[in-house]
């Protein structure tokens, strides 16, 4: 979602900067500073973040769990987006396809301050990478210092204060200092910043062709890591007792399942997804492939690919739905991500309630087990039936994509892939006991 905001807050703004927020960070990023750049479609319009990600190349699949042992932390790591792991050749690709030229910059301290002063000097947005867990207003655990990658829109200035579109319908303000220690800290991007210079008009057809092209390659992958077969691989965790990776194993005593539910919800529906863990921004874009590409049979893969995330939303909200604490946790979750997307700035002191009240979780279910045996064994049973579910789901949304594709005209782009149809579908394991579910709640903002 992107809203256009002036104000005596945004003081310092670049005047060509009027979109902020949106649901993923890099495709957010793509529309508002294209937009800002003056690049428009056929129609005068500014580009979607919708269209973005699908000519980006769609959708990804990856399920990471990473166990921090030290501190009884657990947490699940998601690749909605193409190519999510290769961001940068994430970016090259997109900026290809649209004409534009993509400007990178990177080295030391002086020399990225250097680059920043002067992109800002010049009046142009640019993205900068950045570690989310020293961005201070998400209220992040030290523990995760260097772990969590994030990127935003350096936007403007203010005196010491440099102004930052990150999925907010505000701007946020950051110390120069701040945003220099974020951008320093992970290596693999460290001081990294990126400016689009749009070229000659792109070929809007073309670009969407070879994105859907790159999206059924990639999902039509027989990878356990980085395309839909990982989902089947993670139907089976949840239930394996002899796999190191499997649910009963990593769990065993309860250890870390609090923040591992916590984050699978997160990351679904509140992190970077715009909820749904994205399918339903894919299924906007499918729907924008119908009319411009003149294929009607693009409306049916957007309806599944809007079922597929209503599905992703109902199993995320099953995994904190077992207990008084885990509902509780998840709505505190639900208002902080709200209070940070619809108010930005000014949302931030309202973040700090619900961080105590989240940090005093943590500490609890840290020392004891958050779910009875009976309990989590019963969560994961239903957990592995609903991801078997999906699993199918998903392939029968790209297998939609693949027959709308092969009906339209033929792809004249040079990186369209011959058209493959993968073969992950997973049988649904026999019915197993549900945990008690309540009535999602409704909660203002949220989406």
């Keep these: 979602m992107h809203r256009r905001h002036t104000g005596a807050q945004d003081v310092g703004i670049h005047p060509s900067y009027t979109r902020f927020g949106g649901s993923h960070a890099d495709t957010a990023a793509a529309a508002n500073m294209l937009a800002a750049e003056g690049l428009r479609g056929a129609d005068g319009q500014p580009l979607s973040e919708a269209l973005l990600l699908g000519i980006g190349g769609g959708l990804g699949a990856g399920y990471i769990l990473w166990e921090f042992k030290a501190h009884a932390l657990t947490l699940i790591v998601f690749g909605w987006r193409s190519r999510f792991n290769y961001p940068v050749e994430w970016w090259n690709r997109l900026c290809a396809r649209l004409h534009v030229t993509p400007g990178w910059s990177e080295g030391g301290v002086r020399a990225a301050d250097k680059a920043l002063e002067a992109a800002l000097a010049s009046g142009r947005p640019e993205l900068a990478w950045v570690d989310h867990s020293l961005l201070p207003y998400y209220g992040r655990q030290e523990m995760l210092n260097g772990h969590i990658r994030h990127s935003v829109v350096v936007a403007g200035s203010d005196g010491d204060f440099v ?46 062709r070879a994105g859907i092209a790159a999206h059924i390659a990639a999902l039509s992958d027989d990878s356990e890591s980085f395309s839909l077969p990982v989902y089947r691989k993670w139907a089976r965790l949840f239930t394996d007792t002899h796999n190191p990776k499997g649910w009963p194993q990593v769990f065993a005593g309860g250890r870390g399942l609090f923040t591992a539910l916590c984050s699978l919800y997160e990351g679904i529906e509140l992190f970077n997804t715009g909820g749904g863990g994205l399918r339903p921004l894919y299924a906007a874009f499918l729907e924008e492939a119908a009319v411009t590409l003149d294929q009607p049979r693009y409306r049916e893969a957007a309806a599944r690919y809007r079922e597929l995330g209503a599905g992703w939303t109902r199993f995320a909200f099953d995994a904190l739905d077992a207990t008084p604490s885990l509902r509780e946790a998840r709505e505190l979750m639900l208002n902080r991500a709200a209070a940070l997307r619809e108010k930005g700035p000014v949302g931030v002191m309202e973040t700090r309630g619900y961080e105590e009240r989240l ?83 409704k909660v203002k903002g949220a989406g």
């Design 359 to 441: 940090a005093l979780f943590e500490a609890r279910y840290a020392a004891q087990p958050v779910l009875s045996p009976g309990e989590s064994g019963a969560l994961f049973a239903h957990l592995g039936d609903a991801m078997a579910t999906l699993c199918n789901a998903e392939v029968a949304a790209l297998q939609a994509v693949i027959r709308a594709a092969g009906a339209s005209a033929a792809h004249t782009d040079a990186d369209a892939p011959t058209l493959l149809t993968p073969a992950v579908a997973v049988p649904a394991p026999a019915a197993s006991p549900r945990p008690r579910r309540t009535r999602q709640p």
């Design 163 to 208: 102004l930052v579109d990150d999925l907010a319908a505000r701007p946020f303000r950051l110390r120069r200092a701040e945003l220099r220690a974020a951008r320093d800290r992970i290596p693999s991007y460290r001081n990294r910043l990126l400016t689009l210079t749009p070229g000659d008009a792109p070929d809007v057809k073309a670009a969407m």
